[in-house]
């Protein structure tokens, strides 16, 4: 058995050497989706991530404040849940994810089963439970038989959130024209180019790294400027960041940094979801985490730039 898959390798390899040219040495590596995710697995999370019956009133489902046609997330500042309550905070995009060190802005879940209980019991999300949303699935003949096939125990929490978690994993936006060129495959223009140089050379790339271009460490937000008294709007508790979630002082107002992979096509940006446009959001980037000013001609090729990141994925249509 093995030795067949030894020899099965070896002659996939070539092949796959061949069509992808040698890997760029950069500090953005590509995305890949994992092929050892169960199908029938993700499948049910897909159809768990569209469900309503998650929340309190079948009115809301993940897919509500995540669209995924739309880039993942929701284009609204805060989120509205159930029965139209705001939420504290601006949603992020759920494709690649799966990349991110911790999930939140401020890390509090680990993992993608971890963070997918969150918004079932959140008061301005879903505000169900699990032993609610337990009872409205086992009503479901097809459902129940699902799980059924799937787990030994049926139905359980835990079961929703590792097929919702393994759906998420699917959620890869690959073969962007940024990966492509990375593998030699695909050239780029002038101004991409010199938007990629000028992202590293003013340091983005000290805080927006690795293959989702940020998600892998937390960050100060105005290391340089003090945003939150510039922005001129009440301090809220999300604002305090890490802090919320480790009570030390020394990391208020920390986020994780968020992946700047579809940054180009989900707006607003920031967890306060205070700015409308990326050029503004680069420049407040520049002003408040570099103590730079950076002129609107950088600003368009950092954009042009942040274009060739954007991938594909069948459920989305930028
Ligand atoms: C009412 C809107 C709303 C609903 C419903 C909702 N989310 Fe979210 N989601 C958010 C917001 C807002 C955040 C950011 C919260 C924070 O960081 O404190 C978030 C964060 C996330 C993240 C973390 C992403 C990252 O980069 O940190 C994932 C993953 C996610 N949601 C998946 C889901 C799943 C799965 C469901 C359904 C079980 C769901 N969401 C339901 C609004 C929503
Ligand atoms: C010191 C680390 C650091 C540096 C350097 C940095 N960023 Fe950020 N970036 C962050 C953090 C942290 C956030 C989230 C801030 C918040 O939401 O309050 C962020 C947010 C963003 C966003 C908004 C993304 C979204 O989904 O809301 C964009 C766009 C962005 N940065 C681009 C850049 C660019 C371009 C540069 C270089 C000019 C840069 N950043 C430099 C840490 C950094």
């Excluded at 699990?130 to 929490?157: E, H, Y």
């Excluded at 707006?267 to 985490?289: C, K, N, W």
Aim: net charge negative; aromatic share 8%; charged share 20%.
């Amino acid at each position: 058995m093995q030795k067949s898959l030894f020899i099965l390798t070896l002659l996939i390899l070539p092949l796959s050497v061949s069509k992808a040219g040698p890997l760029k040495n950069e500090p953005i590596t590509p995305l890949s989706i994992d092929n050892s995710i169960s199908a029938q697995l993700a499948e049910l999370g897909d159809r768990l991530f569209h469900d309503t019956r998650l929340s309190q009133d079948n009115s809301v489902s993940c897919s509500s404040c995540h669209q995924l046609s739309q880039g993942g997330a929701d284009g609204r500042a805060r989120s509205i849940g159930v029965a139209g309550a705001m939420g504290a905070i601006k949603a992020p995009t759920v494709f690649n994810s799966s990349y991110n060190l911790a999930q939140f802005w401020d890390g509090r879940a680990a993992t993608l089963e971890e963070q997918a209980a969150g918004p079932v019991h959140n008061p301005v999300e879903m505000n169900s439970s699990w032993s609610q949303v337990l009872a409205k699935l086992n009503r479901d003949p097809a459902m129940v038989a699902t799980f059924n096939k799937l787990f030994d125990d049926g139905i359980t929490g835990a079961n929703i959130t590792t097929a919702i978690a393994a759906f998420e994993r699917t959620l890869v936006t690959t073969n962007s024209r940024f990966d492509r060129w990375l593998l030699g495959e695909e050239t780029l223009t002038e101004q991409e180019l010199k938007g990629y140089q000028l992202f590293r050379n003013y340091g983005c790339i000290s805080c927006h790294q690795g293959a989702n271009v940020g998600g892998n460490m937390y960050a100060y937000m105005g290391a340089l400027g003090d945003y939150f008294k510039n922005r001129n709007t009440e301090l809220t508790q999300a604002d305090l960041g890490r802090f919320n979630v480790t009570g030390q002082q020394e990391d208020k107002h920390y986020f994780k940094v968020p992946s700047l992979r579809l940054a180009a096509i989900n707006s607003p940006y920031f967890h306060d979801g205070s700015v409308a446009t990326l050029e503004e959001a680069i420049r407040i980037m520049g002003l408040y985490q570099l103590g730079r000013e950076i002129p609107t001609a950088h600003i368009q090729d950092i954009i042009a730039f942040l274009n060739t990141l954007v991938g594909e994925h069948s459920k989305l249509t930028p």
